[in-house]
C-alpha cells in the first residue's frame, strides 16, 4: 500500500516536472509575475490605513497614489493583452479598503494573462502601447514595471517603520 502510494507520487511529480518543462519560459514569467503580485497585495495590505497619504518627500507620490497607478497600469496592460482594455479609475478611490480591491482586480487581469502564456504563444506579436511587441516583452515589461513601483512603496513602508513583504517573508 505504501509503495503504491510512493511509486503514484513519484509519478505524478515527474508528469508536473515534464509539463513545466514544456514551457519554461512562461514558466519563468509566470513565477516571476506571481511574487511580484504577492509583494504588491501585501504591501497595500501591510501599510496601516492612516499611512495611505504620507508622501516621503513634497514631490514624491503618496502611498494612495502608488497603489493607484499600480492598479490602473495593471489593469489597463494586461486587460489590453487579453483583448479588451479597460481602466478602473482607481485613482479616485479614497479609502485603503477600495483601493486595495482596485490593486487585487487589476492583478486578477495579470493573472488571466500569465495563465494564458505558453512558450508556443511567447512570441507572437501583438499591439502594445508604443507598438508591436511579442506576447512575452509586453508581460516581462508589465513585471518590470511593477516591481518598479513596489520598490517605491518599500521605502514608503520602512519609513513608516514597516517591514516590506519581500523582505519579511524571508525571516
Same mark, same amino acid.
Given at each position: 500500500?505504501?509503495?503504491?502510494?510512493?511509486?503514484?507520487?513519484?509519478?505524478?511529480?515527474?508528469?508536473?516536472?515534464?509539463?513545466?518543462?514544456?514551457?519554461?519560459?512562461?514558466?519563468?514569467?509566470?513565477?516571476?509575475?506571481?511574487?511580484?503580485?504577492?509583494?504588491?497585495?501585501?504591501?497595500?495590505?501591510?501599510?496601516?490605513?492612516?499611512?495611505?497619504?504620507?508622501?516621503?518627500?513634497?514631490?514624491?507620490?503618496?502611498?494612495?497614489?502608488?497603489?493607484?497607478? !499600480?492598479?490602473?497600469? $495593471?489593469?489597463?496592460?494586461?486587460?489590453?493583452?487579453? @483583448?479588451? %482594455?479597460?481602466? +478602473? *479609475?482607481?485613482?479616485?478611490?479614497?479609502?485603503?479598503?477600495?483601493?486595495?480591491?482596485?490593486?487585487?482586480?487589476?492583478?486578477?487581469?495579470?493573472?488571466?494573462?500569465?495563465?494564458?502564456? !505558453?512558450?508556443?504563444? $511567447?512570441?507572437?506579436?501583438?499591439?502594445?502601447?508604443? @507598438?508591436? %511587441?511579442?506576447? +512575452? *516583452?509586453?508581460?516581462?515589461?508589465?513585471?518590470?514595471?511593477?516591481?518598479?513601483?513596489?520598490?517605491?512603496?518599500?521605502?514608503?513602508?520602512?519609513?513608516?517603520?514597516?517591514?516590506?513583504?519581500?523582505?519579511?517573508?524571508?525571516?
Amino acid at each position: 500500500m505504501n509503495k503504491r502510494f510512493a511509486v503514484s507520487c513519484l509519478l505524478l511529480g515527474s508528469a508536473c516536472c515534464a509539463l513545466a518543462q514544456d514551457n519554461p519560459l512562461s514558466s519563468e514569467a509566470q513565477q516571476a509575475w506571481n511574487r511580484t503580485k504577492n509583494n504588491l497585495i501585501g504591501a497595500a495590505e501591510k501599510m496601516p490605513d492612516d499611512a495611505y497619504s504620507f508622501k516621503p518627500a513634497a514631490e514624491s507620490q503618496s502611498f494612495k497614489d502608488l497603489i493607484a497607478h !499600480t492598479a490602473d497600469s $495593471a489593469a489597463g496592460t494586461c486587460s489590453g493583452y487579453n @483583448g479588451e %482594455r479597460k481602466q +478602473l *479609475g482607481a485613482a479616485s478611490k479614497t479609502s485603503k479598503a477600495d483601493l486595495v480591491a482596485a490593486l487585487k482586480e487589476g492583478l486578477a487581469e495579470c493573472d488571466k494573462a500569465y495563465g494564458s502564456l !505558453t512558450d508556443a504563444k $511567447a512570441t507572437e506579436m501583438i499591439e502594445s502601447r508604443g @507598438g508591436k %511587441r511579442t506576447r +512575452l *516583452g509586453v508581460l516581462y515589461g508589465n513585471t518590470i514595471h511593477l516591481e518598479h513601483e513596489y520598490a517605491q512603496m518599500a521605502v514608503h513602508l520602512r519609513l513608516k517603520g514597516v517591514v516590506p513583504p519581500s523582505s519579511d517573508r524571508r525571516r
